[in-house]
């Protein structure tokens, strides 16, 4: 039976009710509720056989160090640096999907959740927390769950759209009082400032934008202050964004989806950012099934979707999430915008990477790594952009891509890949 009031306990009260064998969900990204997971952590010993699903959280991810991964598994859907090495040993398996259809899962009962863990803030007068900055898969998580439990944090964002829950659908609450997790982008370098600049080249006014964080999105970013009516319709956005906000460079006004509104289903950035989100109906926090779905976004005006890759073979097959077959990140949203920006009016599905590693490694090569997988396939890829340029491949040929792909190469590589293509196309 749910409680007309919150039934505020400790964390380890919470955490009781967890028994072996259960299924658990963790929210994620700046809303991990690290106080749960580690008070969860402490009763390893009498716990076996915890499934744990997530895509990224923050924190030290204690559950997949020794002794904890004992008893703790982790299945996740995108891997972070803090889980990456424990994904690729026994203590943890990867589940490759697009992050559009991980709700599916939980909804079909492929993946039936008995517990979910959370942060929310404090219930407004009407009894509602919100999801703060992480709605993605958060929300169907916790309308499937057979159990909602949830860190109150005053200093999470209330954010507007579909973020939320009603305190009688919390079955055990636990009071914080802890700042959130915050991001924060580094400078970006020469070359980066380039691609930047070259991508930058590549978006219209009116364009519908969709990036991630780092300091390439924040490189092409810096480039649009002359840029009129853009709009944004992402998976997630961060800091980036807001100096083309007080510009009046982002409108959105150009959008069909939720005019004027900035759509997304989680950010990760600054205070700063977290600052500007709170009580702010301009964003509109969605599910991550709404905000990635292709049938949605390809009604917006010129979806520039802006993406990186680990590396790419010289015929423009993507691997984006492992390193040979190393798990490195996951599938993400790549797809769904890739795909979403080629089906849009005037839209551009755009790969944005350096042409080299900060390890002399060439990011353009013959052939993809043994076990590297194929997170975007060649007949998906149009532009690609690095220091040395831009490139579209669609329509062209297996010989075609492999000319262009060279052009934008490192210098260095050049000869190498020439022959490689020599051999390979006769060219």
Do not use: W
């Not at 509720?33 to 959280?57: F, G, M, S």
């Not at 703060?132 to 944090?153: M, R």
């Not at 055990?172 to 930058?200: Q, R």
């Not at 599938?331 to 080299?356: E, H, N, T, Y």
């Amino acid at each position: 039976m749910k409680i007309n009031t919150l039934k505020i306990v400790t964390p380890e009260e919470a955490v009781s009710i967890v028994k072996s064998n259960n299924s658990i969900f963790f929210q994620g990204a700046a809303m991990t509720p690290n106080v749960l997971i580690d008070a969860l952590c402490t009763r390893y010993k009498e716990l076996k056989n915890i499934n744990i699903i997530q895509i990224h959280t923050d924190g030290a991810a204690k559950y997949m160090e020794k002794p904890f991964s004992d008893s703790f598994k982790l299945i996740s859907c995108f891997v972070g640096e803090n889980v990456r090495r424990g994904v690729n040993t026994n203590n943890g398996d990867y589940i490759p999907i697009f992050l559009s259809e991980i709700h599916l899962l939980f909804r079909r009962k492929l993946f039936p959740l008995d517990v979910a863990f959370i942060q929310v803030s404090p219930p407004d007068k009407h009894g509602y927390c919100s999801l703060g900055t992480s709605v993605d898969i958060t929300l169907p998580a916790i309308q499937t769950a057979k159990v909602v439990i949830a860190q109150i944090n005053p200093n999470i964002p209330r954010t507007h759209g579909d973020g939320i829950i009603h305190k009688n659908n919390i079955d055990y609450a636990v009071e914080v009082n802890c700042p959130i997790h915050e991001s924060i982008s580094g400078v970006p370098s020469v070359i980066e400032k380039k691609i930047g600049k070259n991508v930058a080249t590549l978006i219209e006014d009116g364009a519908t934008l969709q990036m991630g964080i780092g300091n390439i999105p924040n490189a092409v970013l810096h480039n649009l202050d002359q840029h009129k009516r853009i709009g944004i319709h992402t998976e997630m956005f961060s800091d980036g964004i807001l100096p083309l906000i007080e510009k009046g460079v982002i409108t959105g006004e150009e959008k069909v989806i939720k005019t004027g509104k900035i759509v997304t289903c989680f950010a990760v950035g600054s205070k700063k950012l977290y600052d500007f989100i709170d009580d702010n109906p301009l964003i509109h926090f969605k599910e991550a099934g709404y905000t990635n779905d292709t049938s949605i976004i390809k009604m917006n005006p010129k979806v520039t979707a802006i993406n990186s890759a680990i590396e790419i073979d010289i015929t423009g097959q993507i691997c984006a999430d492992s390193i040979g077959t190393y798990q490195y990140s996951g599938v993400g949203g790549q797809m769904d915008f890739i795909r979403s920006a080629s089906l849009s009016r005037g839209g551009k599905a755009i790969f944005a990477m350096p042409s080299i590693t900060n390890k002399g490694i060439s990011k353009i090569t013959p052939f993809l790594k043994q076990g590297a997988s194929v997170t975007t396939t060649r007949a998906h890829v149009h532009y690609v952009a690095t220091e040395y340029g831009v490139v579209n491949l669609f329509g062209k040929s297996l010989k075609q891509r492999a000319k262009e792909l060279i052009s934008i190469a490192h210098p260095s590589v050049r000869e190498e890949l020439e022959r490689a293509s020599y051999e390979r196309f006769h060219l």
